[in-house]
Structure formats: C-alpha cells, structure tokens
C-alpha cells in the first residue's frame, strides 16, 4: 500500500469535510461527499488495478505493494519466483481462505503446479459453479491428453479469455508452437487485472 498517497487522501477528505461543515452543509451531505471522495480516491482505483486494469506494470506494482495478501503474493511468485515458492505461496491461500469454493479451486491449482494431475481432476470436481468448474475440468483433461472430453467442457464456458487459454494450452500439449502464440496472445488480450498479469506469466513459462 502507498502510505504517502493514503497519508494525502485522509489529510484532503478531512479538510474537505472541514470545509463543508464551515460552509453549514447538512450532515448528511457532508457525510456522503466525504465517502463518496474516498471512494473516488481509494477503493475504485484498487478495484480498478484488480480488475479491470490492462497496464501489466502498473498491476505488478499493485501485487508488490499489498504482497503481504497471500491472494496477490502467488501472482508475484509466478512472475518472479521459483517453483517452490509458488508452491508457498498457493498453500498461504490455502492456510488464510477456508471457504470450501476457495479450497477447491486453489487446491486444483496447487495440483496442476505440482503436476499431480489425478489430484487436480479430483478437486476439480468439487468445485461448485461455472465458468471456474468447467475451465478446470478441461484444463485436467487436456493435461491427461484427453482433448475431445477438454473441448466438450467448453459449452459451458462464456469467458472469451478462459476459452483462448484453454486452445493455447491445447496447443502447448500437442507442440503446435504457432497456434499457442496466437491463442496465449487471444486470451491475454481478452483477460484485464490481475487475471491478465497471471496469464501473461503462466504463459511465459509454458
């Protein structure tokens, strides 16, 4: 986190809501203008950066200012780590967000990073709603090589970039160098955020 710049905003809201309050603005509107400004100058532009960013520099100064999150701590792994510390930092995940959709998920992930594929396609399983179940399900099939079961999972699937990865990895397992490069590009031009940033590393490494 930004420190000098949040030290900024909570100094400018609350002269902002000094100043109101000596122009005899009701409370009430100097309650609203002061949360709306904080919202303006603090949580949009995270949730921005999160989700809908396409400036992969920008993201990955996000990830390294609130790296202390285990959920933004695995991108920087990814980009910049080594195996084990992606492993570390996918089971901080794991340690911090007990929810089950959550343990599912990550745990699939997990699964797929250690090539445990069998683990993957049992967690993969578990996890309870579309577009992420069905993305797994075609991803562990893939890995298996298994591509007409991967492809048939797709109709479920309604995310332009998750579909463009998938072909990407497809591509990847068959050593179709050509078409990978051309469906890694797809998705990454599709995904925005931290997804984006994610996809751009993962791809790298493939």
Avoid: C
Wanted: charged share 20%.
């Amino acid at each position: 986190m930004n420190y000098f710049r949040l030290s900024i905003t909570f100094i400018l809201g609350f002269l902002l809501t000094l100043f109101l309050f000596f122009l005899q603005f009701p409370f009430w509107i100097v309650i609203s203008t002061t949360f709306i400004f904080f919202l303006a100058f603090v949580i949009l532009p995270r949730i921005f950066t999160v989700y809908r960013s396409n400036n992969l520099k920008a993201i990955g100064k996000f990830l390294e200012m609130n790296k202390k999150k285990p959920i933004f701590a695995y991108p920087l792994a990814l980009a910049h780590g080594k195996d084990a510390e992606v492993e570390e930092s996918l089971r901080a995940i794991l340690e911090k967000h007990k929810q089950p959709y959550m343990q599912n998920v990550y745990k699939t992930i997990l699964a797929l990073h250690l090539n445990k594929i069998d683990i993957a396609h049992t967690y993969s399983l578990k996890i309870d709603s579309d577009p992420l179940k069905s993305y797994y399900a075609a991803f562990v099939a893939a890995k298996q090589g298994n591509f007409e079961e991967a492809a048939s999972h797709e109709e479920n699937i309604n995310v332009e970039w998750m579909i463009h990865s998938l072909h990407a990895l497809y591509a990847s397992e068959k050593g179709l160098q050509n078409d990978f490069e051309s469906f890694s590009k797809k998705a990454i031009d599709e995904s925005r955020g931290v997804q984006k940033y994610l996809l751009f590393h993962s791809f790298k490494k493939m």
